[in-house]
């Protein structure tokens, strides 16, 4: 027989004590070439069962056409405990050909070696190996900082050598290593002799500094170096003094004194503290406004005729927060629809907390690429077309998983306004969304059977109501959450503003592709931390009035990138910024990263202020108005910012807009229409 896998165990058993059946699928050539191996779930600890006492074999009659059989356990699989099967054919060859042989008997000689080499590959896959260049030795040499030895294939801790690196490493790495380094204390007053003992002096210091007045004073170095008598200690202890959480910048203007989060003092690029998380603050300053218990949501399995708890979630956002009394709202991983939040709903007076237990998404109804059937179009056959459900909302981006951007995301292909300009693509690739007969078309390279390549895309849908709305209304998201398609947008109810808070945890994007800004903040007030808004059509954020209500808005840790979308969407204005205000809008960005948007990365319009503190920017996609900060009105504060390779200018000012630079890195600057740029000392 031919031997297609190179399986050679079964996947884990798990107990349940009544569990004594095993069944596996590999060829064997007896009932001793399978080996039973239990693993308590709690330790860790294997033991391998014996033929027999432990357990019998029965072999399927026929191996070539039903390979493997079923190993049946003397005493059930306890609770607590897995099992696997595996291959344990003994390294011989036992096929003896004579003057005359048979087909059969060299087709079972090789299969039996074909089987011994999985079963080898597949255990030296689980094994600790060495380098290619190291020569073979169990021990580790005392010259190597480790102390693993690999004996008979499997890994023991050793004792190092008295002398050797891994002994002093122990040594080091245990309670009170910090006292086998030695130290001059170098400062008349000081008195330490090793490491440890610097650290509680140093401590010591700290702890004694006078407490500020009020929470937004300064300690400064003079103070002190009242404590100190060695001007070297002083300076070794500046940056300690300067990162004291409680020594907050203080405001350059009136505008930002009512924000709750303000910045602490920073000494670089990125490097500023601040002085509570998102999530902190939301909970501290609307205490009142959280409701009693948790609510549970599951995207796959739960109901919302369910009660919410645990043991019986709910199915969707919608109502776990609108109808359901919990502030908490704990949601496991999976896609969930889009939802409003309104102070008209049941719970709109309450504070909603949303907290991603895993990577949750939140999109639209989307159709799958990789399993459609695509069909060349018979007016255009190197275009082919898949047919979408009705219903659904349009397309905003088709996705190849093979071609990654700058930011390392994966790129939305040109799309296109008609079928016919598609098919003009004789030599490059694209899409075309045909809303009412409700087919995606696609031409990949020319002419490319899209069947042979559709695992590569990924649909995204949405239009300008797909939105989470915060309707006059208090929402937080907490941990991994993703947006696809789905734009952000609190709103102001009648006199009631909206306060919508972000505090996201781990990797990817947080909102992307949406048909237009990435987050739509009408005289709404928002504060949003590591957050990472990639590839929206309008703005990545933006922040206008909504009649006589304006935006007061915090950024933190915030990523800013290719806003516009303009690699797929060719006729963008070049007016797609990274972060952006309106009107009366004040805003403080603390760090962040702003690049590659197709527009100025940040711009502020109007008649709102701005306080940017360790902001990276740069470079703006070249557009025609790629600067890098650029104020056409407000004013802005630039606090040890950095602004590079910026077409146009990196710093701008016009149309009377005021900027004030502090160590901030820039190379170009451009005013015009009274605009002015100086430089000021932060307090």
Request: hydrophobic share 35%.
């Amino acid at each position: 027989m031919t031997i297609s896998s190179e399986t050679r165990t079964t996947s884990p058993f798990v107990g349940n004590g009544s569990i004594t059946s095993l069944p596996f699928t590999f060829k064997v050539f007896s009932t001793a070439d399978v080996a039973v191996i239990k693993t308590q779930t709690s330790t860790g600890n294997e033991t391998t069962l014996t033929l027999t006492t432990d357990y019998s074999v029965t072999l399927n009659a026929n191996q070539d056409v039903s390979p493997g059989g079923t190993v049946t356990l003397v005493t059930a699989l306890a609770t607590g405990y897995t099992a696997v099967v595996d291959s344990d054919i003994d390294c011989t060859q036992p096929t003896s050909l004579q003057n005359g042989f048979l087909p059969v008997a060299v087709t079972q000689a090789l299969d039996r070696q074909n089987a011994i080499i999985a079963q080898l590959k597949a255990r030296i896959a689980r094994a600790f190996r060495f380098s290619h260049i190291k020569t073979a030795a169990n021990v580790i040499s005392n010259a190597e900082d480790g102390y693993v030895a690999i004996v008979d294939g499997q890994p023991e801790v050793v004792t190092p050598a008295a002398d050797s690196s891994a002994a002093l490493a122990l040594a080091l790495a245990a309670d009170g290593g910090a006292v086998l380094v030695g130290a001059d204390d170098g400062a008349s007053g000081a008195n330490y002799s090793n490491v440890q003992e610097g650290i509680e002096y140093v401590e010591g210091l700290i702890d004694a500094l006078p407490e500020p007045a009020s929470a937004a004073a300064d300690i400064t170095v003079a103070d002190a170096a009242s404590l100190i008598t060695s001007t070297d200690v002083e300076g070794a202890l500046q940056e300690v003094f300067k990162q004291r959480s409680w020594q907050v910048r203080t405001v350059p203007n009136a505008a930002f004194s009512s924000f709750g989060i303000l910045p602490t003092v920073g000494m670089a690029v990125g490097g500023f503290g601040y002085t509570e998380t998102v999530a902190e603050y939301a909970r501290r300053v609307h205490s009142a406004l959280i409701g009693s218990g948790t609510v549970w949501v599951d995207p796959v399995n739960g109901s919302d005729s369910n009660s919410g708890t645990v043991a019986s979630p709910v199915l969707t956002l919608d109502y776990a927060v609108a109808e359901l009394g919990a502030s908490l709202v704990m949601c496991l991983p999976g896609t969930y629809a889009p939802f409003e939040f309104r102070t008209t709903d049941t719970q709109g007076a309450k504070l909603k907390i949303l907290r991603a237990l895993g990577r949750c998404v939140i999109k639209e109804s989307t159709d799958d690429a990789t399993t459609a059937t695509w069909t060349a179009d018979g007016t255009y056959p190197n275009c082919w077309y898949m047919t979408t459900t009705t219903g659904h909302k349009d397309v905003t981006a088709l996705l190849d998983s093979t071609r990654l951007d700058e930011e390392g995301q994966q790129m939305n292909l040109v799309k296109y306004s008609t079928l016919a300009l598609l098919n003009a693509v004789t030599d490059g690739d694209g899409w075309f969304f045909d809303s009412v007969g409700e087919k995606l078309y696609v031409r990949y390279l020319g002419s490319v059977d899209v069947n042979t390549v559709k695992t590569r895309f990924t649909i995204i849908k949405g239009d300008s109501t797909s939105r989470i709305l915060v309707y006059g209304t208090k929402l937080l998201f907490e941990g991994n959450w993703g947006l696809d398609g789905v734009f952000l947008q609190p709103l102001v109810y009648s006199t009631t503003k909206p306060i919508l808070y972000m505090d996201i945890l781990g990797g990817g994007v947080t909102v992307r592709h949406t048909s237009s800004h990435g987050l739509d903040a009408l005289g709404a007030d928002s504060c949003i931390a590591g957050a990472w808004f990639h590839r929206c059509q309008g703005d990545n954020f933006h922040y206008a009035d909504s009649g006589a209500y304006s935006c007061n808005a915090v950024e933190i840790n915030c990523k800013a990138t290719k806003a516009g979308d303009y690699d797929a969407i060719r006729g963008a204005p070049n007016t797609s910024n990274g972060s952006s205000i309106h009107g009366a809008a004040n805003i403080i960005r603390i760090n962040g990263t702003y690049r590659r948007n197709y527009g100025p990365d940040i711009v502020d319009t109007g008649t709102g202020k701005s306080w940017n503190c360790g902001v990276d920017q740069g470079p703006a996609m070249d557009s025609g108005n790629a600067y890098g900060i650029y104020t056409t009105g407000p004013s802005m504060w630039l606090d040890t910012c950095k602004a590079v390779g910026n077409e146009q200018a990196d710093i701008a000012a016009t149309t009377s807009g005021a900027m004030y630079t502090y160590a901030t890195s820039y190379r170009t600057t451009s005013t015009s229409s009274g605009g002015t740029i100086t430089a000021y000392t932060p307090v």
